[in-house]
């Protein structure tokens, strides 16, 4: 009996796992305009356009850049940081995404 209240006590302890956000992007937008998302967690950014996306943020809480990328693919970032990102396409500079990223 201790042993089980011993492992229910670390698993308690233990943070809760990361998970993936898909944003999708269609007709030159994003599918969303804002996201909440946990440190830890990973944005997934899925081309459904006929054309390339080249997603980045330059936010001083986390920046990066994906490159450019076809239809069909995904490209992905994990959030390491607790703050506000401001999310773009580099090639269609109306495609705009706001992620909180909470701890």
Known sequence: MIR???????LAALPASATEVEVAQKN???????????????????ND???FHNIFSLSD?????????PQGESRKVVLKKEGT?????????DMKLKVQVEK
């Open 28 to 46: 030159k937008k994003f599918s969303t305009t804002a996201v909440k998302a946990k440190v830890g967690d990973t944005l997934v950014f899925r």
């Open 4 to 10: 089980l209240i011993a492992a229910a006590a670390v």
């Open 61 to 69: 809480t986390q920046s990066f850049d994906l490159g450019s990328y």
């Open 85 to 93: 990102l401001e999310i773009e396409c580099a090639i269609h500079p």
């Open 49 to 51: 356009d006929p054309f």
